[in-house]
């Protein structure tokens, strides 16, 4: 018959099995763990509330954190009285209780030539007011004036001078196909086409366009300096246009028509 095992034997040597030990405490300042103090908690809440109520009195109460001055960029027609009046920021308030939203929203309200503007705090005692202009692509002549239209159809001035560079809309719509053409597309939309038009067009060609022709929806034409003429067709496919167009002027540039309206097929002759 077999004895006792190696555990058998060690196990009975020992007097049999014990408790496992508890896990022992990590020993801190000499095996001792200290607990704070109540007065040491109390001092410490103490020294929050006072850290607190400083940063609130600094930033809402003390003088030092107020609004002393409000800086504009970015303004080309604009003059920064103009921007400043408009936003109407609150000098002599505590800076960091300056409501940027609201003065975005006054701005892009009180002046329709601005397009976007970001506000920001300058610490400790400024407002930047950094400002983008509408820029025209194309104007309407209402009454001897002008009306400027940027590239996504907002009319956002009136001035008494054409601006130079931007081409004026010509809407005159084909006598024969009028009344059809306008039961479809209405003025308003034959309007948008040409502004698709218009801000779609080349840098260089944008300087040299003097009017958008519009007799149709698919009928949009260009005048250039020097009598030459772009037939565009409808606003759509603006950007191979384009490109169609620049091509085609290099490689015709003593042509005086041009026919983008169909951009696979293009076209320019001479006369």
Known sequence: MAGPTTAERQKSASGGSRPPRPPRLPRLLGGRVRIPRPRTLILSLVALVLLGAGGV???????????????????????????????AAPVGSPLISVDTDAIEDRLREKLRRVD?????????????LKVTERKPVLLIEKGGKFVEVDAKGVRFATVGHRAKGVPLLELRPDRENAAA?????DSHRLRRE?????????????????????RSYDSISLELSGGRTVAWGSGEKGRTKASTLTALMKAAPKARHFDVSVPTAPASSAS
């Not at 976007?116 to 930047?128: A, F, L, Q, T, Y």
């Not at 040409?194 to 519009?214: E, F, I």
């Open 181 to 185: 053409s306008l039961r479809r597309f």
């Open 194 to 214: 040409s502004v698709r038009v218009a801000g779609a067009l080349p840098a260089a060609v944008a300087r040299d366009t003097r009017a958008v022709k519009v």
């Open 57 to 87: 009195w600094l930033f809402y109460g003390s003088q030092w954190l107020r609004v002393e001055r409000v800086t504009t960029s970015g303004t080309r027609v604009l003059t920064p009285e103009e921007v400043r009046e408009a936003a």
């Open 116 to 128: 976007s503007v970001e506000v920001v705090r300058s610490w400790p005692h400024g407002i930047g």
